[in-house]
């Protein structure tokens, strides 16, 4: 907390500084040891030591660490800000609460917590979610919700132990082409999710949300001359006009092994893990169970736990369905007084990082965080501050964080510290 005498408002500002399991192996540089570089790796940058304190730095370089994009350079921005004004002499003009969390990756037991400190955070006005990247055209943005999120995995079976595909292939069930029949069941090459009744509970975008989205900017063909894609789901709805849709992904598969791993087996389970994103009106439990009743309209008979052998001789077709708990969508009206200060303080700092006009207003992140907690639960306002910038890699190996971006998120939180 940092309180200041006097001080008619109090904001809470949110960041985690936790971060995605990694594997080392396929990263460039150790992932806990920053690395900087001269420019982005896939733009020519070139690796180099820290500077001195009387160096000149380039804002384009790049410093490539695990966490680096998401979510440790908003902590760093806060703690310059902060050192920056005890330094200056400067107070902030409103009450500041910090929450770090410690565990948004994994799922942290937040809710448990923010009963706990209840009392001590009642009088925040509005909470500051500093998590995400900027919009892809590089120009800073604020969005004002998020979308849910939730995991299951799906397991399918044949025989009860691996078989040797010479003796037994052609005539042992085939886990991974029956795992693949049922996946391309679920969504269509459009991009259309198939599960029955999966876009039911959507709400329709109001008329505020509806005019920010037509005015974000249209950088579709940019992003797709960037990512080396030719087609993408939806066409041709855009990338933010997509991401106001739950979302059906499949995460990763598993049946068997490849590469000079392959073995000629039958597996004998084949496994798919999913990822659903939630939009207002979602409900986590009701998405599971919509998937659920797709699975067993394909005739197969879904088990919670490794069927027995009782179970295998009895049905032909079986699945195993675990997880499904989740979060769900949030979003802040943008006419909220204390969201348009915000708004006011952030384009103040984008002009002069960036271009007249540049600030983005979205009327949600793609990505998920705990908002509906601060917006259900506590009853507050709360918005996205993203910093980091869009080709950060992060969830990714070479994560990184581009120098422009930091220092732009030291300025922007100067000024949402010292609103009027």
Not at 31 to 54: C, I, N
Not at 295 to 316: M, N
Not at 380 to 398: C, R, S, T
Request: net charge negative.
């Amino acid at each position: 907390e940092v309180r200041r005498p006097g001080a008619t408002r109090t904001l809470g500002l949110y960041a985690h500084y936790d971060g995605q399991p990694v594997d080392p192996s396929n990263w460039t540089h150790p992932p806990f040891e920053p690395t900087l570089y001269t420019a982005a790796m896939d733009a020519g940058g070139q690796p180099r030591g820290l500077p001195t304190d009387t160096e000149v730095v380039d804002p384009e370089w790049r410093i490539y660490a695990r966490s680096a994009g998401d979510d440790k350079a908003p902590i760093q921005a806060f703690l310059s800000v902060l050192r920056a004004f005890r330094d200056g002499g400067i107070a902030p003009t409103s009450n500041l609460i910090f929450m770090f969390d410690g565990q948004e990756e994994a799922g942290s037991p937040l809710g448990d917590y923010m009963e706990q400190v209840r009392d001590r955070v009642d009088d925040v006005e509005m909470w500051l979610f500093c998590d995400g990247p900027a919009h892809q055209s590089g120009r800073p943005l604020l969005a004002f919700g998020a979308r849910g999120s939730m995991g299951m995995e799906v397991t399918v079976y044949g025989a009860i132990r691996n078989l040797h595909s010479g003796h037994y292939g052609n005539w042992a069930p085939d886990t991974g082409m029956i795992l693949a029949r049922l996946l391309s069941s679920m969504k269509d090459e459009s991009g259309r999710v198939l599960v029955e009744g999966w876009y039911d509970t959507t709400e329709p975008l109001g008329a505020e949300a509806a005019a920010a989205l037509r005015a974000m900017p249209d950088w579709d063909d940019e992003l797709k001359r960037e990512l080396g894609l030719v087609r993408t789901e939806g066409e041709p709805q855009t990338l933010p006009e997509r991401l106001m849709v739950p979302a059906l992904n499949v995460r990763g598969m598993t049946s068997g092994n490849t590469g000079s791993l392959a073995r000629n087996i039958i597996p004998n389970t084949a496994v798919a893990a999913l990822g659903i994103r939630l939009v207002q009106g979602n409900d986590p439990a009701q998405l599971r169970q919509l998937i659920v009743d797709h699975i067993e309209r394909q005739g197969f008979h879904v088990v919670a736990d490794d069927p027995d052998v009782d179970t295998r001789l009895r049905y032909p077709l079986i699945a195993k369905v675990t997880g499904g708990g989740g979060s769900v969508a949030a979003r802040t009206p943008m006419s909220d007084p204390f969201v348009q200060q915000v708004i006011a303080a952030a384009t103040e700092a984008a002009d002069r990082a960036f271009v007249e006009g540049a600030l983005v207003l979205s009327p949600g992140l793609g990505g998920t965080l705990p908002i509906a907690l601060f917006t259900d639960v506590w009853g507050k306002p709360a918005i996205v501050v993203p910093i980091a910038n869009h080709d950060n890699n992060q969830h990714a190996p070479d994560e990184n964080l581009r120098l422009a971006n930091l220092w732009y998120g030291i300025d922007l939180f100067a000024e949402i510290m010292t609103m009027p």
